[in-house]
């Protein structure tokens, strides 16, 4: 299926102190996620007409390693299962050679504008 690489230099403001989920200044878990989901859901570009756009809807994910502020993080997203709008992804991340991540994740195609009318009336804004 399909595939896709891309990379991200880890900035400071993605730390585990900056973001508030840690005390140190390495790459925090919730901004790796945010890596990972970022790479799954710029594979599915390629499948989405104008009026529609892939939300997140689970992740499972594994932080390995510790990363630096500027290191250069290499997601690889594959695509492993289509079930009607459904997408499941496996993920990994890498510095250099090194594993700092893997897991799964799952997307769903949406229509964008009924997606958030219906948030709308949920929300009664």
Do not use: W
């Not at 570009?45 to 009026?51: D, F, M, N, Q, T």
């Amino acid at each position: 299926m399909k595939k896709l690489r891309k990379e991200y230099r880890v900035q400071q403001e993605q730390t585990a102190l900056a973001m508030g989920s840690g005390d140190l200044e390495v790459l925090a878990t919730p901004a790796l996620v945010a890596m990972m989901e970022n790479c799954a859901k710029s594979l599915l570009v390629s499948e989405l007409s104008v009026a529609q756009t892939s939300v997140g809807v689970k992740m499972n994910i594994n932080h390995l390693a510790p990363t630096a502020v500027g290191a250069v993080v290499a997601v690889e997203a594959e695509l492993l299962e289509v079930k009607r709008t459904s997408y499941s992804f496996s993920i990994q991340a890498f510095v250099g050679e090194q594993m700092i991540g893997n897991g799964t994740h799952q997307r769903v195609i949406v229509e964008t504008a009924a997606f958030l009318e219906k948030m709308t009336e949920k929300h009664n804004m």
